[in-house]
């Protein structure tokens, strides 16, 4: 009998729920002064649909993943796409990703897509009682992304966030004059972690600068081509492509003549490529990929775990030494990034996709070529000297690599300008890492505002 009631009683209070979730809402948990609204009450789902036609522009678009904005994908003729049932967005409406919606896909449109098309992979809303700036930056919290990274899983572990689960969700909404005093302040701090990354961004472009003009490289213009044919020696051909064999050398040097690898051998004690790992998630050794070759730093945090043994087995040649230079070879976006091996980063393997250079120190000083590689002097003749193969993967390799020029003066000069350009460098990091305080503290006092708590 009493076992008849329990299951009675549980199947009342099922047909009371209206939204039924595994996962307890922590909204309805907040201790804010604000009151706790329904995202319903401030959104409105916005469906006008389009036929896209063959012989029509169309601007489509695109949302980044972390709250990182809404962007425009490709504009293309209706010809070209695939899904010929999609809906217009507007300025100001709140756009989400079903798919990515967990892990922040969602933004504003800006008033530069409006009429732009989405396909029914996207929501779109009407926003009202609500400033934009402010909704977005309670969707993008921390708290907001993990309930909807609860809601997107358990047992159906199913991957897109469901409409109903979004839109009753609460938000703590004050009067929209304490909304603007808060974004107020959020944008003050912003604004001067911006200041930061600004000054950051021209103090690498005078370390660029000093680099040219004290070791005297000057950019050469590049000629006016009237003839439709180029002729070149085959021997002076050493890749194809155009860009490789019409186009002349885009530097002059005018202090100091400029040598590769090939040319002053004396430079280079050893140059190897890295090994294929044996990846082990219970290996207590590291080896290190082109996520860890930062420019100028290695970040050991996207290191591998592989097998210890595989790792006693490799000659001893091939690890990290101290004052090494680390260069990733393969890879779009990651291909050229050079960093010094330090102490903390010595006696370790690295994968196949970067070269590792050992200098001879007596005659040239490692973290000025690390500088040289990572200025735009150096990533223009990495962008000559890589090559593609069929697979379209772009590679430097270690024959291209000592084709790099430089034009090094003798070794105490060359100490002096290094510590002059890592004096620099050294105040780059400093902004950097202040912006980025300043952004957390923004974000920190934004969501202690709003959401109280727990």
Same mark, same amino acid.
């Given at each position: 009998m009493l076992m008849a009631e329990q299951t009675l009683l549980h199947a009342v209070r099922f047909a009371d729920l209206t939204k039924w979730s595994p996962n307890v809402s922590v909204f309805d948990q907040m201790q804010t002064n604000d009151p706790l609204v329904p995202l319903t009450k401030l959104l409105t789902r916005a469906k006008v649909p389009v036929d896209v036609e063959d012989d029509q522009l169309y601007k489509r678009? @695109?949302?980044?993943?972390?709250?990182?904005?809404?962007?425009?994908?490709?504009?293309?003729?209706?010809?070209?796409?695939?899904?010929?049932?999609?809906?217009?967005?507007?300025?100001?409406?709140?756009i989400i990703s079903r798919i990515d919606a967990r892990n922040g896909a969602f933004g504003i449109v800006p008033e530069e897509l409006d009429g732009g098309i989405v396909t029914n992979d996207f929501w779109l809303f009407d926003v009202q009682n609500v400033l934009p700036q402010y909704l977005i930056l309670v969707l993008s919290s921390e708290l907001f992304q993990r309930h909807w990274q609860a809601q997107s899983s358990g047992t159906t572990n199913r991957q897109r966030v469901s409409e109903n689960d979004f839109l009753y969700s609460k938000i703590a909404l004050p009067s929209l004059e304490k909304q603007q005093s808060l974004l107020d302040k959020y944008?003050?701090?912003?604004?001067?972690?911006?200041?930061?990354?600004?000054?950051?961004?021209?103090?690498?472009?005078?370390?660029?600068?000093?680099?040219?003009?004290? $070791?005297?490289?000057?950019?050469?213009?590049?000629?006016?081509?009237?003839?439709?044919? @180029? $002729?070149?020696?085959?021997?002076?051909?050493?890749?194809?492509?155009?860009?490789?064999?019409?186009?002349?050398?885009?530097?002059?040097?005018?202090?100091?003549?400029?040598?590769?690898?090939?040319?002053?051998?004396?430079?280079?004690?050893?140059?190897?490529?890295?090994?294929?790992? +044996?990846?082990?998630?219970?290996?207590?050794?590291?080896?290190?990929n082109q996520k860890c070759n930062r420019m100028d730093y290695i970040d050991l945090t996207y290191a591998?775990?592989?097998?210890?043994?595989?790792?006693?087995?490799?000659?001893?040649?091939?690890?990290?030494? +101290?004052?090494?230079?680390?260069?990733?070879?393969?890879?779009?976006?990651?291909?050229?990034?050079?960093?010094?091996?330090?102490?903390?980063?010595?006696?370790?393997?690295?994968d196949s996709h970067m070269l590792l250079l050992r200098v001879n120190e007596h005659e040239v000083v490692p973290q000025?070529?690390?500088?040289?590689?990572?200025?735009?002097?150096?990533?223009?003749?990495?962008?000559?000297?890589?090559?593609?193969?069929?697979?379209?993967?772009?590679?430097?390799?270690?024959?291209?690599a000592k084709k790099i020029l430089f034009p090094l003066p003798e070794l105490s000069l060359q100490n002096e300008i290094s510590a002059v350009v890592q004096e620099k460098k050294q105040q780059i990091r400093a902004l950097r890492s202040n912006a980025e305080k300043l952004r957390q503290y923004a974000k920190e006092e934004f969501e202690k505002a709003v959401f109280g708590s727990i």
């Open positions: 678009i @695109t949302v980044r993943l972390y709250g990182q904005g809404v962007l425009q994908r490709d504009q293309i003729y209706g010809k070209s796409i695939g899904t010929k049932k999609q809906f217009i967005a507007h300025t100001g409406q709140l944008n003050n701090v912003s604004e001067q972690a911006c200041k930061s990354e600004y000054d950051a961004a021209a103090l690498e472009q005078e370390v660029d600068r000093y680099l040219y003009d004290v $070791l005297g490289i000057h950019r050469r213009n590049a000629p006016e081509n009237k003839t439709l044919l @180029t $002729l070149a020696a085959f021997k002076d051909i050493s890749q194809w492509g155009y860009d490789k064999i019409a186009l002349p050398f885009p530097f002059a040097f005018k202090k100091y003549q400029a040598y590769s690898f090939y040319t002053k051998p004396s430079w280079l004690r050893e140059i190897y490529r890295g090994k294929s790992p +044996k990846y082990c998630s219970t290996g207590t050794s590291i080896i290190l591998k775990n592989v097998e210890s043994a595989w790792v006693n087995g490799i000659d001893p040649k091939y690890f990290t030494q +101290k004052g090494d230079i680390l260069l990733n070879s393969t890879g779009e976006g990651t291909l050229g990034r050079a960093s010094l091996v330090t102490d903390k980063c010595s006696h370790l393997l690295y000025l070529l690390v500088d040289l590689i990572n200025s735009s002097f150096g990533q223009k003749q990495v962008e000559i000297c890589k090559s593609a193969q069929a697979t379209k993967q772009t590679e430097l390799g270690i024959k291209n």
